[in-house]
């Protein structure tokens, strides 16, 4: 790796030798920089953006692309140019990789003219892009900017932010969560009228792609995407995440909504969507009280059995000294914590924050990011590096099926020196 400038690369967690540089392996990228990649559910798309080696040197720094490499086929697909450096595409895929939707300022990469961010859509079967922010009589990109997309399960619908006024008939103002049917092309406004006042942060579906969560300030709205209702509102409560069928909601919450917090700061909270029941997720080890310190960033799996969240609390397990963020995975059922950033001793946390985690649709495997340099043995490079951690589940209550989580398989499979 001489090229001296960020670089994509792509590894099989099956195969830890199996890693290669992305832009090495495809012609006219060996230069760089390239950035940003994004992998689709089942392993074969890669999204990311690169500066072709083709663009003169003058126009590095405000040239990117965007480009879909197809894993199987070894192909590489330009699906957009991006426009302003500063302004990232932010693709996401569909579960099964067949559809993509991104955000871009570049002018006429759906066919009209822009000046600012809109967002897209592209089947990956098919050689064009869909502007999904459109004015609705179609005959013009939104006024303002358009961004953060999300793809229902199904790759039918894009819910996305936008501040433009002419995508829909009636009248609205600031940030507003849209809906986009791929079907009929179309748009509807999702959230409520007072946008101007609290403008919308945060859109993510839920319950198989039936519920569109939009987050506006502490509370998070839900709309019935099939009825094209709005549904109940998740009041004080931020990041949420759902189980497959939506049943269960793993949240941020401040304040307190369990005898058991007392610490007056941000907590991990499961509501039971079923009953409206809250409990309280980031509690202390002997299931006393709260953490002694705030807990965030909660994932949930499909089965809405494990949390897995990141917490400065001391008190969830035991040996938790280092007084920094640790990662921590909750059995809600057996009602356990067990401490996921652990030296490789099995004494305790990391020397240093672990956060920001990924888990694997069945809640066996966790990737997260980490400054620790004792977690794993050979860990010199005094630098972040990204860590996979595969649990292990037996059979505890002798049903046949995998029960209890147990002790794990740490692995290092990134690593890099922050510039």
């Not at 302004?87 to 955000?103: I, L």
């Not at 358009?146 to 039918?156: A, F, H, I, K």
């Not at 907590?267 to 980031?282: C, F, H, K, Q």
């Not at 009602?335 to 001793?345: A, E, F, M």
Request: glycine share 10%.
């Amino acid at each position: 790796d001489t090229n001296r400038t960020s670089d994509v690369w792509i590894g099989d967690l099956a195969n830890p030798s199996g890693w290669f540089r992305l832009n090495t392996l495809l012609d006219g990228f060996a230069r760089g920089p390239s950035r940003r990649p994004v992998i689709s559910d089942d392993g074969r798309w890669v999204a990311f953006e690169a500066i072709p080696d083709s663009t003169p040197w003058a126009g590095l720094g405000t040239r990117f692309n965007l480009y879909a490499f197809d894993r199987l086929a070894r192909t590489n697909l330009l699906i957009a140019g991006v426009g302003k450096a500063s302004a990232p595409a932010f693709p996401v895929f569909g579960p099964q990789g067949g559809f993509m939707a991104f955000q871009s300022s570049e002018t006429g990469v759906g066919g009209f003219a822009t000046s600012v961010s809109q967002v897209y859509y592209r089947d990956l079967a098919q050689d064009s892009n869909r502007l999904v922010s459109l004015t609705y009589q179609g005959t013009a990109a939104g006024s303002a900017a358009s961004s953060n997309p999300v793809l229902s399960p199904d790759g039918r619908y894009v819910a996305y932010l936008s501040s433009a006024s002419g995508l829909v008939p009636n009248a609205i103002s600031g940030i507003n969560a849209f809906l986009w049917d791929s079907a009929s092309g179309s748009n509807i406004v999702v959230s409520g009228p007072d946008s101007t006042i609290t403008p919308v942060t945060r859109v993510a579906f839920a319950a198989n792609g039936s519920l569109l969560a939009y987050e506006r300030l502490t509370n998070t709205w839900l709309f019935d995407v099939v009825n094209q209702t709005s549904s109940i509102t998740l009041t004080d409560a931020v990041n949420v995440v759902f189980s497959a069928d939506g049943r269960f909601a793993a949240c941020e919450r401040r304040n307190s909504y369990s005898p058991l917090d007392t610490n007056a700061t941000t907590d991990v909270y499961l509501i039971d969507r079923s009953n409206g029941l809250a409990s309280l997720v980031s509690v202390n080890a002997d299931g006393t009280t709260a953490g002694n310190n705030h807990s965030l960033s909660p994932l949930i799996t499909p089965d809405g059995r494990y949390v897995v969240f990141r917490s400065r609390a001391s008190n969830l397990a035991a040996n938790d000294t280092n007084g920094m963020s640790d990662l921590f995975l909750r059995d809600l059922t057996l009602g356990r914590t067990i401490l996921l950033s652990i030296n490789r001793d099995a004494t305790g946390t990391g020397n240093r924050f672990s956060g920001n985690p990924i888990m694997s649709p069945d809640g066996n495997t966790i990737l997260f990011e980490t400054y620790a340099s004792d977690l794993i043995a050979g860990d010199y490079n005094e630098a972040r590096d990204i860590l996979v951690l595969r649990l292990s589940r037996s059979d505890t209550d002798g049903d046949g099926a995998a029960g209890r989580l147990g002790t794990g398989l740490l692995q290092r499979t990134a690593a890099r020196r922050d510039r």
